[in-house]
């Protein structure tokens, strides 16, 4: 009964190399977001969608791009890796009516770059 | 935007004792108020929320006390058991209800508790 998947659990990647990180949903939830986590650290917001409107925040690097092709799937590209770009990434969702706010997180995403 | 203060950073206490972490906020539209449980490791699950048209919830040995004037919020554990040991994440948010696509959490920077047998 998963209802946010992430996947890989784990990925490494080398600096430079190109990586994608995947996130689905069982909820039918309008509103995707990816957070970035380094250890020690509070959730940060990179961008979300509200059904097929992305909304990026001011301060995440052009690096970092995402897609949603439909309802249930929403990919993280990270176009060139640094160090820097190694963390938990987090994927959560909420539904997105009035009132309703409550965000349910996936399990994350471990990146490693070498 | 929305700036949300967390203390204590850690926070140790005895088994059994109570524990209090407190949050504020800058926002004033902001209305919704979630605390998250994240164990080493493994996802931010959420474990209380309140909404700013209360002033008080309780859920067994949790609750959250917001004063929307000062604008700061609270999260209360009593009986605190070693598996409660983990960070504790506040969160501020504006919601649905300010219009357009204001559905992100502004999260406080968290609170390491240990609970000590």
């Known amino acids: 009964d998963a209802m946010v998947i992430q996947n890989p659990r784990y990925q490494v990647t080398q600096f430079g190399k190109p990586v994608t990180l995947s996130c689905s949903q069982t909820l039918n939830h309008n509103v995707m977001y990816w957070y970035q986590q380094k250890s020690s650290q509070a959730p940060k917001l990179l961008f979300h969608y509200y059904d097929k409107d992305f909304n990026n925040e001011a301060d995440t690097p052009d690096n970092f791009q995402s897609r949603r092709p439909n309802t249930s799937f929403c990919f993280l590209d990270i176009r060139s890796p640094g160090l820097g770009d190694a963390a938990m990434y987090l994927c959560a969702t909420s539904r997105g009516l009035a009132g309703v706010n409550e965000q349910y997180f996936g399990p994350g995403t471990r990146l490693t770059v070498t | 935007g929305e700036n949300v203060e967390q203390h204590p950073s850690t926070l140790s206490v005895q088994e059994g004792d109570s524990a209090v972490i407190k949050c504020t906020y800058s926002?004033?539209?902001?209305?919704?108020f979630p605390w998250y449980k994240q164990e080493l490791g493994k996802r931010p699950q959420l474990i209380i929320d309140?909404?700013?048209?209360?002033g008080e919830k309780k859920d067994q040995r949790i609750a959250v006390t917001l004063n929307k004037t000062a604008k700061h919020f609270s999260l209360h554990i009593t009986e605190t058991q070693p598996e409660d040991s983990a960070v504790y994440f506040c969160a501020a948010s504006r919601g649905a209800n300010s219009g357009g696509s204001n559905y992100k959490l502004t999260f406080g920077k968290g609170t390491l508790l240990t609970v000590n047998p």
């Open positions: 926002d004033s539209a902001s209305n919704y």
């Open positions: 309140i909404r700013s048209n209360v």
